[in-house]
Every structure is written in C-alpha cells, then in structure tokens.
C-alpha cells in the first residue's frame, strides 16, 4: 500500500483546510486509516483514527475542531480541520493498519504517507 497525503499549507489561527490521503495498492475498506502529526523536536502524535467501517477516534487536543472521513470508493481519506492554532501546526502523516484495529500509536500501522506541512500563524 502507497500513501500519498496532500492539502496542507499556510493558514492563519481560525481558519480551515482538507488534508486528503489517497491509497494505492490494494483497496483499503478493512484498513484502519490514522492521522498523526509531529511538531519540530516532538514525538509524533495520535491525531485521529477511522475505523472498523465508520467508527472514528480523536485526540482530546483536535476533538470537535477536526473531523476523519472516507471515501472508500475512491481509497482515500480526509482530515478536515477547522479553527486552526498555531499549536496545531506540524508535518501531518497519513497512515495504514491492515489488520483494521483502533490505533492510537504510530508502532500499529504498516504504511506511512510522505507527510503533509500545516502552518497556522498567529
């Protein structure tokens, strides 16, 4: 399986983007797909998780301001943030676990995306 994420950029504190993260390989209904972020001199960090057909997860940090969703016809999967902070800026990772659990740590997946840079300006 291939990750490619994209959508990120620079956005000020409040505002909005999509980040997008599109599979190939193999279809990826029964995959678990995370979202997790890594700020500079930070340990990478849970995100969000949908899983188990439309179960989803989020870190106390993003809950109500983040939302996962995916398209499974199209292997991709979304991370749609709304009010921004600046603390929520970091290289945003994509992320596949075939056996479909609920992840909360980067060990239990098995595909990683490129990363996508977030930025929120104060």
């Known amino acids: 399986v291939q990750l490619q994420a994209s959508g990120g950029g620079l956005v000020q504190a409040g505002g909005s983007l999509r980040l997008s993260c599109a599979a190939s390989?193999?279809?990826?209904?029964?995959?678990?797909m995370g979202w997790f972020r890594q700020a500079p001199g930070k340990e990478r960090e849970f995100v969000a998780v949908?899983?188990?057909?439309?179960?989803?997860y989020y870190a106390d940090s993003v809950k109500g301001r983040f939302t996962i969703s995916r398209d499974n016809a199209k292997n991709t999967v979304y991370l749609q943030m709304n009010a921004l902070k600046p603390e929520d800026t970091a290289v945003y990772y994509c992320?596949?676990?075939?056996?479909?659990?609920?992840?909360?740590?980067?060990?239990?997946?098995?595909?990683w995306g490129q990363g996508t840079q977030v930025t929120v300006s104060s």
């Open positions: 390989g193999r279809p990826f209904s029964r995959y678990s």
């Open positions: 949908s899983w188990n057909d439309d179960n989803t």
């Open positions: 992320a596949a676990d075939s056996r479909g659990s609920l992840g909360l740590q980067p060990t239990m997946y098995d595909y």
